[in-house]
């Protein structure tokens, strides 16, 4: 599974924006996704994940409420729309991919983070101004 992560910009607080990953290889909608990002300094830390059918949707407590993870198998796109964005979102992310069903993939993740997932794609940067 080869990933493409674009959508990134600048945005002050309290704006939106949607973030896209396009996946193309291996067959998609047998795969579990997920986005994570990196703030400058930081370890990458999960945001959001979803099952290969789209029917389950796992996120981080921080962006629980702001953000909408997605997925269209029929474009093989994912999406992450980021609603009430403040200026702590700033950070390079990421989406990954992994054949594992959604809650075993979230369980490794729990366990070994990052390594829990075997595809990744380059980030895309999203900048919050205050």
């Known amino acids: 599974v080869q990933l493409q992560a674009f959508g990134g910009g600048l945005v002050q607080a309290g704006g939106s924006l949607r973030l896209s990953c396009a996946a193309s290889?291996?067959?998609?909608?047998?795969?579990?996704m997920g986005w994570f990002r990196q703030a400058p300094g930081m370890e990458r830390e999960f945001v959001a994940a979803?099952?290969?059918?789209?029917?389950?949707?796992s996120y981080a407590d921080s962006v629980t409420g702001r953000f909408t993870i997605s997925r269209d198998s029929a474009t093989n796109l994912m999406y992450l729309q980021m609603n009430s964005l403040k200026p702590e979102d700033t950070a390079l992310y990421y989406c990954?991919?992994?054949?594992?069903?959604?809650?075993?993939?979230?369980?490794?993740?729990?366990?070994?983070?990052?390594?829990?997932?075997?595809?990744w794609g380059q980030g895309t940067l999203v900048t919050v101004s205050s």
């Open positions: 990954a991919a992994d054949h594992l069903a959604l809650t075993h993939v979230m369980r490794k993740t729990s366990m070994v983070g990052t390594k829990g997932w075997s595809y």
């Open positions: 290889g291996r067959t998609f909608s047998g795969v579990s």
């Open positions: 979803i099952s290969w059918s789209g029917g389950s949707t």
